[in-house]
């Protein structure tokens, strides 16, 4: 495999590692952005390392694309962002604290923050800061975080009076169901917010109005208003199968590892713990340099499948923390051969329906052990890690 200028990548002796396509990333931002009004704004949600792959990397290419905003979960977040040299608007959109109000407020630009209860506002007015961009969170079916619509008309009362030293930039909620078929939920929620909206409009003309993720961006229009805040559509996975019609994503993430050991074996022989697993006749078991600690999730043991020479073969057993062993039958498998665990002949989604999960959660458990290689053209850029 070739290589940048530069850039030293030995991919030979990596047992395990995600290979991570910034141009899957750019593609993905690129055809979300084309179902979306030219003035609506694009935030790409970086948060969780960027959904695993890597949250500056991952950023760059977003904001190469046409992403004028970025999304984290915590001030940590952004200020990794800052350093990194990020001078887009940054909204935090976790709860904080008093004193992280205040480490927002210190970075230029300062990062956004999320009010999101009414005790946020409280702290908020007694903390000694000026120069607060702050986005209003109002909950309208989440039940997680937000104030309620009722408490708005008090909440901007609060913020015309604090103002120049505390700046409403924008007005949200979450839309808790718009990856379901049956619409209902969401409209109602849209229901609910929309004279939220129309009353911030009035007050604060500027203010940015934003309710859309992935699934809200492609299956309610309506919901756009003045930006969307994209995720899990970033890095290339759907949020619900009905919504893949609606525009063509790239999987941006390949996680791979190696065969360790290739061992024939006899009917009837147990394989890893519990020995929940016996050879239904003589075959071929393969090692895989992979486990839970990597981040492969444990309950696909026995259901998982994987993919060597772009062929599918099931696990055999108990996934291990460092391993995982496939079954092969009478494949010619050899030591160092390429296993692809999700990526593009097995999909997270694949994965996530074994394990019992969302592929949400297969794409942030990939371990901090595991490399990422970055990818542009399909050649390896830059890499990262193990952390």
Same mark, same amino acid.
């Given at each position: 495999?070739?290589?940048?200028?530069?850039?030293a990548?030995?991919?030979?002796?990596?047992?395990?590692?995600?290979e991570?396509d910034?141009?899957?990333?750019?593609?993905?931002?690129?055809?979300?952005r084309?179902?979306?009004?030219?003035?609506?704004?694009?935030?790409a949600?970086v948060?969780?390392d960027?959904?695993?792959?890597?949250?500056?990397?991952?950023?760059?290419?977003?904001?190469?694309? &046409?992403?004028?905003?970025?999304?984290?979960?915590?001030?940590?977040e952004?200020?990794?962002?800052?350093?990194?040299?990020?001078?887009?608007?940054?909204?935090?959109?976790?709860?904080?604290g008093?004193e992280?109000?205040?480490?927002?407020?210190?970075?230029?630009?300062?990062?956004?923050?999320?009010?999101?209860?009414?005790?946020?506002?409280?702290?908020?007015?007694?903390?000694?800061?000026?120069?607060?961009?702050?986005?209003?969170?109002?909950?309208?079916?989440?039940?997680?975080?937000?104030?309620?619509?009722?408490?708005?008309?008090?909440?901007l009362?609060?913020?015309?009076r604090?103002?120049?030293?505390?700046?409403?930039? &924008?007005?949200?909620?979450?839309?808790?169901?718009?990856?379901?078929?049956?619409?209902?939920?969401?409209?109602?929620?849209l229901?609910?917010?929309?004279?939220?909206? +129309?009353?911030?409009?009035?007050?604060?003309?500027?203010?940015v109005?934003?309710?859309?993720?992935?699934a809200?961006?492609?299956?309610?229009p309506?919901?756009?208003?003045d930006?969307?805040?994209?995720?899990?559509?970033?890095y290339g996975?759907?949020?619900?199968?009905?919504?893949q019609?609606?525009?063509?994503?790239?999987?941006?993430?390949?996680?791979?590892?190696?065969?360790?050991?290739?061992?024939?074996?006899?009917?009837?022989?147990?394989?890893?713990?519990?020995?929940?697993?016996?050879?239904?006749? +003589?075959?071929?078991?393969?090692?895989?340099?992979?486990g839970?600690?990597?981040?492969?999730?444990?309950?696909?043991?026995?259901?998982?499948?994987?993919?060597?020479?772009?062929?599918r073969?099931?696990?055999?057993?108990?996934?291990?923390?460092?391993?995982?062993?496939?079954?092969?039958?009478?494949?010619d498998?050899?030591?160092?051969?390429?296993?692809?665990?999700?990526?593009?002949?097995?999909?997270?989604?694949?994965?996530?329906?074994w394990?019992?999960?969302?592929?949400?959660?297969?794409?942030?458990?990939?371990?901090?052990?595991?490399p990422?290689?970055?990818?542009?053209? &399909?050649?390896?850029?830059?890499?990262? &890690?193990?952390r």
């Amino acid at each position: 495999m070739q290589v940048a200028p530069g850039v030293a990548i030995d991919l030979a002796r990596r047992r395990t590692w995600a290979e991570v396509d910034l141009d899957a990333i750019a593609a993905n931002v690129r055809a979300i952005r084309a179902l979306l009004p030219e003035s609506c704004r694009f935030m790409a949600v970086v948060k969780a390392d960027g959904y695993g792959h890597g949250m500056t990397q991952a950023a760059k290419a977003a904001v190469e694309a &046409g992403a004028t905003w970025l999304g984290v979960a915590t001030l940590d977040e952004g200020l990794v962002l800052r350093v990194a040299g990020f001078r887009e608007p940054v909204l935090v959109l976790g709860a904080l604290g008093s004193e992280d109000l205040v480490a927002a407020s210190v970075p230029r630009p300062p990062l956004s923050v999320t009010i999101a209860s009414p005790e946020m506002m409280e702290a908020l007015l007694q903390t000694p800061v000026s120069g607060v961009r702050v986005h209003l969170k109002v909950d309208t079916g989440m039940t997680r975080l937000g104030v309620l619509p009722e408490d708005v008309p008090t909440m901007l009362d609060v913020l015309e009076r604090i103002r120049p030293r505390v700046e409403l930039e &924008g007005c949200c909620t979450h839309l808790a169901a718009a990856d379901d078929v049956d619409p209902s939920f969401t409209r109602r929620q849209l229901e609910t917010f929309a004279p939220v909206a +129309a009353a911030v409009r009035k007050r604060f003309p500027a203010a940015v109005i934003h309710t859309a993720s992935s699934a809200g961006a492609i299956a309610f229009p309506e919901s756009r208003y003045d930006m969307v805040r994209i995720g899990l559509s970033m890095y290339g996975i759907y949020p619900a199968p009905h919504l893949q019609p609606a525009v063509a994503l790239q999987p941006a993430m390949r996680f791979l590892s190696r065969i360790v050991r290739v061992l024939r074996v006899p009917a009837g022989t147990p394989v890893s713990y519990g020995a929940t697993y016996r050879t239904a006749g +003589a075959t071929t078991i393969a090692t895989v340099a992979c486990g839970y600690a990597d981040g492969y999730p444990r309950q696909a043991g026995g259901r998982g499948q994987v993919v060597i020479r772009e062929r599918r073969y099931p696990i055999a057993g108990r996934v291990n923390m460092d391993h995982l062993m496939v079954d092969v039958g009478d494949a010619d498998v050899r030591m160092g051969d390429e296993v692809e665990l999700f990526g593009t002949a097995v999909s997270a989604d694949d994965l996530a329906a074994w394990a019992g999960s969302v592929s949400y959660q297969i794409l942030c458990a990939v371990g901090p052990r595991v490399p990422r290689v970055f990818l542009r053209g &399909g050649q390896p850029v830059d890499v990262r &890690g193990p952390r």
